[in-house]
């Protein structure tokens, strides 16, 4: 074995810091997940809004339902990290690394797209459970009393869905789930390689926190504008009840083309604001913890003394 393959980062530890790193993100945007699902749902059905900004969504989150419903749906969130996160960011590096140069020139940029798409995929097929448990458990508060699910935790909700409504429905929205995670992970992912090494390639930058901190943002708001409408399919698909035996959208397309129709074209990206303000700081998060942990495991572990992170 080569020195060159003895400092590489196991499989099975990327993936790992993969989930810690999603997870660690998670617990501090838990709250902004919320306000974007509920004003994605604000309008449903014809009626009228809800709320119109994201501070009137805070307002009157805790003004109806406390302070600490701005983190309802936390274990969910949680597990959705453990799930989905884990198994994109382990693909999408173990791929980046295999579709890299033997000098160690990185892909380019539409090669890190498809990389992207191809982890995110994966990822959101093993997440779906958990961000239907998610959608459902931050969207509960918005409901009258009586229609309410009051799932107890992440776990009380897949059990309840399972029995209530079948096995299948943990896998209700799976199709735009999929194809909104091919949009994310195509634009965060690539994005933010490229944000990375076009920061580094400017002279003005070195590899520490700030170039994270800037390439995330960079990145999350590529991905905000890029992913919302297939979000909002997504949000509303998992939510949705049945009326007189018949699903409320037939798929992705139906509530895309409904909410055009009555809502206006630009609802689309309703919500953009909470949903960057998520987006951005979990990109950031996500990624600092991870190029943290990879710096740590191969200069502690490995006994790579080189400085740089094992990143994107």
């Known amino acids: ?33 919320l306000v974007k699902n509920r004003m994605q749902l604000s309008g449903e059905g014809g009626t009228a809004r809800e709320y119109k900004t994201s501070l009137h ?33 382990g693909i999408y590096t173990w791929l980046f690394e295999k579709f890299s140069g033997k000098d160690g020139k990185p892909p380019g940029f539409f090669m890190k ?29 918005r409901l009258p009393l009586a229609e309410r699910r ?51 390639d400017s002279g003005y930058f070195r590899d520490n926190v700030f170039l994270h901190f800037c390439a995330s943002m960079i990145s999350g708001l590529v991905t905000t504008a890029a992913s919302m409408p297939v979000d909002i399919a997504k949000t509303r698909i998992q939510n949705m009840k049945t009326i007189d035996g018949k699903p409320e959208y037939t798929g992705a397309v139906d509530v895309l083309a409904k909410v055009v129709r009555k809502e206006g074209f630009f609802s689309l990206w309703k919500g953009f604001t909470p949903y960057y303000a998520r987006l951005g700081p979990h990109t950031v998060l996500t990624f600092i913890f991870l190029e943290q942990m990879n710096y740590m495991y191969k200069k502690y572990v490995l006994g790579d003394l080189s400085g740089k992170g094992g990143g994107l």
């Open 1 to 33: 074995m080569s020195e060159e393959k003895a400092k590489t980062i196991p499989n099975s530890i990327k993936f790992l810091f993969g989930g810690l790193a999603g997870m660690g993100g998670t617990c501090v945007v838990q709250p902004l997940d």
């Open 57 to 89: 969504a805070i307002r009157g989150i805790i003004q109806k339902e406390g302070v600490l419903a701005m983190y309802t749906g936390l274990s969910a969130g949680l597990l959705r990290q453990a799930t989905y996160t884990t198994t994109r960011l």
């Open 113 to 141: 797209a498809a990389l992207g798409m191809t982890a995110g995929m994966a990822g959101a097929f093993v997440g779906t459970p958990a961000e239907v448990a998610l959608i459902r458990m931050t969207a509960d508060g």
């Open 150 to 200: 009051n799932y107890k935790n992440v776990f009380d909700s897949l059990f309840r869905i399972v029995k209530e409504e079948g096995v299948l429905t943990l896998w209700r929205g799976a199709i735009p789930t999929m194809g909104r995670a091919m949009v994310v992970n195509a634009a965060q992912l690539a994005s933010y390689s490229q944000a990375k090494q076009l920061l580094l």
